[in-house]
C-alpha cells in the first residue's frame, strides 16, 4: 500500500492496519523528511488522543493531513505506532 500527496510517494508499507476503513502505516514506513509535526489533538473514545503530522511536499503544505496515537487505549494497541491518512492523500495498492 502507498499513500500518496502532491504526486509523492509519502509513505509505503506491505504491512499496513485497516481501522474503521482507515490504513494504518507503520511509522518507519514514512518518508520523514515530509512530515512536520502539529500542535492538532483530538480524542477517540476507544482509540485515545490523536497526534497530527502536516504534509510538507515540494512547497506545498496539507495541515493535519496525518494523525496517530502515541498512547492507544487498550482496544487500539494493534494501531500504536502507525499513522493514517485523509484530506486528499491517496492510498494506492
Known sequence: MKAVWNNTIIAESTDTVVV???HYFPKDA???EFFRPSATTSV????GTAS???LDVDGK???DAAWYYP???SAAD???GHIAFWKGVQLVD
Do not use: H, L
Open 78 to 80: 494493534e494501531i500504536k
Open 44 to 47: 477517540c473514545p476507544w482509540k
Open 52 to 54: 497530527y503530522y502536516t
Open 30 to 32: 514514512i518518508v520523514c
Open 61 to 63: 503544505e496539507n495541515a
Open 71 to 73: 498512547e492507544t487505549k
Open 20 to 22: 474503521e476503513g482507515n
